[in-house]
């Protein structure tokens, strides 16, 4: 077995007035029955700070512009290890939490890769997550939300 490939990456929590969460639903090129739900964001470019890299994320995906000092500090931290298009990766990922009272998403600066891969997005409440079969990333994403919320209600 060879050794999983290191990346660090930059996720967004976009949080809209309702306490929805944007969730984009993906397919792994190399496993088509593999399909998940997942947050905006991505790979770091080499020596991109995290902040920086989860703005151009949301930009890119979302159209939403934000600059660094706007996403404030990171509100998670995790090391997760999964196949993607046939590669093994070792990820290091932080979050950031993003609210916006309502946001119309634009996905025109998807790469290719994004493209491919991304078959669709929506809001979900902490409550469809909780409820739902699918599969989403990371995988205690309901409470993620709880603690980034402080436990308020209605998410």
Avoid: K, N
């Avoid at 660090?8 to 029955?33: C, N, S, Y």
């Avoid at 470019?45 to 890299?53: L, Y």
């Avoid at 998403?105 to 078959?119: H, K, L």
């Amino acid at each position: 077995m060879t050794a999983p490939t290191p990346r660090r990456a930059a996720r967004v929590l976009l949080l809209d007035a309702a306490g929805r969460v944007l969730l984009f639903r993906g397919v792994d090129p190399a496993r088509p029955e593999h399909r998940y739900w997942f947050t905006p964001g991505g790979g770091l470019a080499a020596g991109e700070e995290t902040a920086a890299g989860a703005a151009r994320e949301l930009a890119e995906e979302t159209g939403l512009r934000l600059t660094p000092a706007e996403l404030g500090q990171p509100v998670w931290r995790e090391t997760v290890e999964f196949p993607f298009d046939g590669v093994w990766y070792r990820q290091e990922q932080e979050f950031f939490l993003v609210r916006v009272p309502t946001w119309e998403v634009d996905t025109t600066g998807f790469d290719d890769i994004e493209r491919a891969s991304v078959t669709g997005h929506r809001w979900w409440s902490r409550d469809e997550l909780a409820a739902t079969a699918e599969r989403y990333y990371p995988v205690d994403l309901p409470a993620l939300l709880t603690r980034v919320r402080g436990g308020e209600a209605g998410c």
